[in-house]
């Protein structure tokens, strides 16, 4: 590979706190001062004034708009099939959302062939794509079968690293319809079988830890077989009520607790004093007409936010970034700077990840231009597609419909 230069960048955002102003880092941005960056070998090799920009074997010039991290979408469910659009209309006309409506998907995903589910997969990522997502996580947890959990997270691991098991993401009809004897004999099955087939193609475990959905003690019992089968724990904590989630994701150290819609100070000040991310999704507010969580109060006590898609079928069919950092800045007390930081370090951080989410020196060259002079358009322009191009690992990604496989 060859080294490319990118001239007169309006704004470059690289989230390395060192360089340029705030911590997003942003350099240029006034009048004449454009910045510039140098890629090479799929890594960032310079940043710096557009005037000083060292000589490539490549030059792009941006012509005054920005240029961003790569967004980190740390959580989606993609290994799906079918859609619940007649659920959300019925919900915008007054039924409220609850965890049952999962099975709905389930049903349709045991029903798609292979081919069927990563067709559904590659669409998808498509379209993170086009909304600037060069990082992005799956969960499985629509087949609720041995095999049914332990493909999806196979075709998942051809287009991911960041993959997860979510067995636990509901109790199956098969099983609830026999009450807590089927319950527990439903976790069982998730900590024996289920987990010994999917923890090949798994990096993380997860567990909707909810009203309605798993309590603590299945909680902790399936995340601590999850650990001691070499997998990394993240939750679904708080999102429709507070059964004390956040306690349990800090102590199992977490990578992340997600939705985080109900906290209390406590649980507030347990995040804001480990390393367990929260993660916010404002797209299942919106898509279930629900309170948004307060990321300001998260912010201000030193937690760690961060903002991803929750893409589903169910409660949050978007895969745009740009729409969440949108309600994140309206609707949730974020700056546009907190936003775009959460969408793209915060998410990496909620991965463990330091290679991605910031344009520093030796950061992956994943990152996109943007058809705007600054990120703040992302939310001051709601609705409107201001993704340029998609870079990763160097390259643009082709959009617009080009297939390659
Ligand atoms: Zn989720």
């Known amino acids: 590979m060859s080294s490319i230069s990118f001239a007169n960048i309006g704004s470059l955002v690289t989230n390395d706190e060192t360089l340029g102003t705030g911590k997003i880092g942003e350099l240029g941005g006034s009048g004449l001062q454009s910045a510039g960056m140098v890629i090479d070998n799929g890594r960032v090799t310079w940043v710096g004034n557009s005037a000083d920009l060292p000589d490539a074997d490549s030059r792009v010039d941006v012509g005054g708009q920005a240029i961003i ?3 980190v979408d740390s ?15 019925a919900r915008m006309q007054g039924k409220p959302y609850s965890a049952g ?35 992005f996580e799956t969960k499985s947890g629509y087949g609720l079968t041995v095999e049914d959990e332990t493909r999806a997270l196979r075709i998942a691991a051809a287009h991911t690293d960041e993959t997860t098991f979510l067995g636990a993401h509901v109790v199956p009809a098969e099983f609830a319809e026999r009450g807590q004897t089927g319950a527990d ?25 909810d009203r309605g959905a798993f309590n603590l003690d299945q909680a902790r019992e399936i995340l601590t077989a999850g650990i001691a089968a070499g997998l990394a724990p993240r939750m679904h904590a708080n999102q429709l009520e507070n059964i004390g989630a956040i306690e ?34 404002p797209g299942a507010e919106f898509s279930t007409r629900s309170p948004y969580p307060d990321a300001r109060r998260l912010i201000d006590a030193g937690a760690t936010v961060a903002l991803a898609t929750d893409c589903n079928p169910g409660s949050s069919y978007t895969t745009s970034m740009p729409f969440c950092i949108a309600v994140a800045v309206r609707d949730m007390g ?11 370090a915060g998410g990496a951080a909620a991965l463990r990840r330091k290679d991605v989410g910031h344009l520093g ?28 191009q998609t870079w990763r690992n160097g390259k643009p990604i082709e959009m617009q419909g080009h297939s390659h496989e």
């Open 334 to 344: 974020m700056s546009p700077d907190e936003a775009l930081w959460s969408a793209t």
């Open 248 to 281: 349990l994701a800090v102590e199992l150290d977490c990578a992340s607790a997600d939705h985080c819609t109900h906290l209390s100070e406590s649980d507030i000040e347990l995040l804001a004093g480990s390393n367990t991310v929260a993660t916010l999704l």
């Open 361 to 388: 020196l030796g950061a992956a060259a994943d990152f996109v231009i943007l058809n705007a002079p600054s990120h703040q358009h992302l939310a001051y322009r709601p609705g409107v597609n201001l993704i340029g």
């Open 69 to 71: 991290p790569g967004f």
């Open 185 to 209: 004999e439903y976790v069982a099955l998730v900590v024996g079988e289920m987990l010994a087939g999917a923890a090949e193609h798994a990096k993380w475990i997860d567990v909707f830890c």
């Open 75 to 89: 959580h989606a469910h993609l290994m799906f099939a079918g859609d619940r659009a007649a659920e959300f209309s």
């Open 101 to 135: 409506g999962i099975k709905t998907t389930v049903s349709a995903t045991r029903a798609a062939s292979d081919d069927e589910l990563t067709a559904n997969l590659r669409r998808l990522v498509a379209e993170l794509h086009a909304s600037g997502i060069t990082t």
